[in-house]
């Protein structure tokens, strides 16, 4: 598919997520082109790729990539990160969060848990009612305004938080990040990690929620501090939550909150596969190799 996007004039290596396989084939590459951020574009690989002349990923995020090392070397860093109208249709991420929002608010994992076991009682199991609950979407982009059209076809009402957008879509009610938070009875974050957000939503603001409400994360995993997290829904705020990604993933042995898991059936954990659809990810492939193309097209045109 790539190979096809570039044209014959380039040479394509699929390499699996190896950090010794890539380093061999970085040590002969102009490009890397990421589409699973498995491996981290750290110090020792960027060593090992001398004629290194374009880092490009098809994800929005790139907190695997070594940005700095990479402005000294004068390599550019392209994502998807502002390529607005090609995201504005891409809705994996958008629906897999509200299918985390669903089964948390219907207790799902432990309902199936449940039945697999050979129980059939639907008492120990009440679900939440969409209709008439309110929804608090923090970052209020492409997902997030997804999230609020989904919303708004249950029947909910839609909150806002983005100090980053002048305006937010016409669904979505703006309020303060404190006000979402006592507010809401659904929370859904959808910000892209940086220094800013890391930490995003700590004790302080967990503290905030309404007791019995649920919190969903698939932005990433230290926007939301998960000691914390641990502590304050041992205090039933959230009472459930949705993520599909843990910070230090994929190495994910170490981590608090999927130890506590392990243990806690109102914990759902998806191993970041929001966008990770063949559909959409033909379509994010090929805009992004089409993307090197054209910037080696015109970088030889200047």
């Known amino acids: ?14 390499t699996p997520a190896d950090s010794a396989v890539v380093a061999t084939r970085l040590a002969a590459a102009s490009v890397w082109l990421d589409a699973s951020m498995k491996i981290p574009l750290d110090d020792k690989l960027l060593s090992q790729a001398p004629n290194l002349e374009l880092v490009i990923t098809a994800t929005t995020g790139s907190d695997h990539i070594n940005r ?17 109208h090609f995201l504005r249709e891409l809705t994996p991420a958008a629906e897999l ?36 609950k309110t929804l608090g979407i923090i970052g209020c982009g492409r997902i997030g305004s997804w999230m609020a059209r989904y919303g708004g076809a249950f029947g909910m009402t839609v909150l806002g938080y983005d100090p980053f957008l002048p305006t937010l879509p016409a669904a979505i009610s703006p309020r303060s990040l404190d006000d979402l938070l006592s507010e809401s009875d659904f929370v859904s974050v959808h910000v892209p990690f940086n220094e800013t957000t890391r930490g995003l939503l700590a004790a302080r603001e967990l503290a905030l929620m309404r007791n019995g409400a649920v919190l ?30 843990l910070e230090g993933e994929p190495d994910i042995q170490n981590s608090k909150l999927w130890k506590y898991a392990r243990h806690h059936e109102n914990v759902l954990i998806t191993p970041h596969i929001g966008g990770f659809s063949p559909d959409a990810l033909e379509r994010v492939l090929r805009f992004t190799a089409g993307r090197v193309r054209e910037y080696f097209r015109a970088r030889a045109a200047s």
Not at 68 to 84: V, Y
Not at 97 to 110: V, Y
Not at 221 to 244: F, H, K, Q
């Open 216 to 245: 969903i994360n698939t932005s990433r995993g230290a926007v939301v501090n998960e000691d914390a997290l641990i502590e304050s829904m041992e205090a039933g705020r959230p009472a459930a939550l949705g993520v599909d990604v």
């Open 68 to 84: 700095s090392l990479l402005e000294a070397r004068g390599i550019p860093l392209m994502t998807m990160q502002g390529e607005t």
């Open 1 to 14: 598919m790539i190979q096809e996007e570039v044209g014959p004039s380039y040479e394509v290596f699929w």
């Open 97 to 132: 969060s509200w299918l985390l929002l669903l089964a948390c608010a219907r207790r799902l994992r432990a309902a199936l848990h449940h039945v697999e076991a050979g129980g059939w009682d639907r008492e120990l199991f009440p679900g939440q009612m969409l209709n008439g």
